[in-house]
């Protein structure tokens, strides 16, 4: 039984450490474009366990819209998460969503493969959420600062205000 153990935890880590990690990341890249977004002039680290993506430049149907610090892909195969952390937005996106973005997660675990749960936090304030693709539905609540209720009055058009957060709760088609 023992032998077992040290075989399946060796497999385990051998099969984290030789996964395909830019070819996960370029899956991503591949359905952003879907929505003309795309990654540009990203340097890469692979790390064995993780994958972390420096300085990318973010696009938007061709145009500069923003500086993505660092993006970390931790695929463990059990858990997994997608961690974005300091995006910087150009000035003329700042109308209608956030300039600074601290960090922005999504997780994924075994036990519930169709939920994936994201959260984020900067100057607007805190967002949490999830999207469970077996029954379509996405979840939003954001708990804004004191200054940005004013300031993305069109992004918060499809919320509604309830005990001090707004919250996006609907069925996809």
Known sequence: MKNFAIISLSFYIFLILFLPKNEIYYTFEKQLKTFNISLTDETFENNGYNLVVNDAQLRWEGNSIGIVENIKLNPFMFWNSFEVSNITLTPDMASFLPRKIESFSFTQHIFSPTLLKFK??????????FFDAKEKRMFVSIELSSNST???KLLLSEFKYNDGKWVYDEILK
């Open 150 to 152: 004013a300031k993305y």
């Open 120 to 129: 984020a936090n900067g100057d607007f304030g805190k967002l949490d959420g």
